[in-house]
């Protein structure tokens, strides 16, 4: 198998899902509320999605993931009604 090949069968699906949760999350920093949360959440699982897809990647990918879900959860927490 020549290396262009083997590198799409590796690494193809792992950068597939890598640019759809880049997309999610470049989305979701233009709105706000629950829907920002949801996308935010969205792109952090496809990033772990990712990981479990190439290992190798989880020097990047994890840390970024962990990002999303921390921009999440705030995004998250200030849709809620405050109390008085």
């Known amino acids: 198998m020549p290396g262009e090949q083997y590198w799409l069968h590796a690494v193809g699906p792992a950068a597939v899902a ?10 979701a920093l233009f709105l706000r ?14 990033l772990v999605l990712a990981t479990l897809l190439q290992p190798g990647l989880s020097i990047n990918t ?7 879900a921390a921009a ?4 998250g927490a200030s849709a809620l009604p405050r109390q008085p």
């Open 62 to 68: 994890l840390p970024a993931a962990g990002l999303l």
């Open 33 to 46: 509320g629950r829907l920002a949360a949801i996308l935010s959440f969205a792109a952090a699982f496809g």
């Open 72 to 75: 999440a959860i705030r995004a």
């Open 18 to 27: 890598i640019g759809v949760s880049l997309t999610v999350a470049m989305v």
